[in-house]
């Protein structure tokens, strides 16, 4: 694959110097300001495959600064608090069978504790959210939230990793770390093995 991008890219390349070379000649013939000619066909051959890169890079920056992060909203500890004895009766569920409810991916981790996966389709400008939630299955309450926007989408779904590799962005800067510390989080519920 990585053979064939650099193939078309060598051969987009010479196209558009040959469209340059036309429009050096086209603007010599006819009086017109080189420069200008030469500036605008560089501009069209450089936007007709890179139109997107810009404003994606720029949504991306502005979703990843408004909506991502991680919110643990119940500690370990506040939740055993609530619920006396429970951690040490759950037992891990050592695959984590896993089902679709209401378009999410649930993952059982064990008789109490739920991990959720929301799989939303592409938003505007290649931008995919990545939503993970630790819900308490007695109560639906959500113990910890993590939401981080990826412009490759990189979960298994066709995106721009192939051939507009610069496109390819897997998280948010501060996803990455986040990320990391929601799995330590809930492993933490995980409970005795089976």
Avoid at 49 to 73: E, M, N, R
Wanted: charge should be positive; aromatic fraction near 14%.
């Amino acid at each position: 694959m990585g053979f064939v991008i650099l193939v078309a890219m060598g051969v987009y390349l010479l196209l558009s110097l040959g469209v340059i070379a036309g429009a050096i000649s086209y603007a010599k013939r006819n009086g017109k300001s080189i420069k200008k000619w030469v500036w605008g066909a560089a501009l069209v051959m450089y936007m007709i495959p890179f139109w997107d890169w810009l404003p994606t890079v720029a949504v991306h920056q502005f979703y990843c600064a408004k909506d991502s992060g991680l919110w643990i909203y119940k500690t370990l500890d506040q939740w055993k608090a609530e619920n006396p004895g429970v951690l040490e009766t759950l037992v891990d569920n050592k695959n984590w069978p896993h089902q679709r409810i209401d378009g999410k991916d649930v993952a059982k981790i064990n008789q109490r504790i739920r991990l959720t996966y929301e799989e939303s389709n592409e938003l505007f400008l290649h931008r995919w959210p990545d939503i993970r939630e630790l819900v308490d299955a007695k109560n639906n309450e959500v113990l910890a939230r993590y939401v981080d926007f990826s412009t490759s989408h990189e979960r298994g779904h066709a995106g721009w990793s192939g051939w507009k590799f610069w496109l390819h962005n897997e998280s948010c800067v501060k996803g990455r770390g986040g990320a990391i510390e929601f799995g330590k989080y809930y492993l933490q519920f995980k409970g005795a093995e089976k």
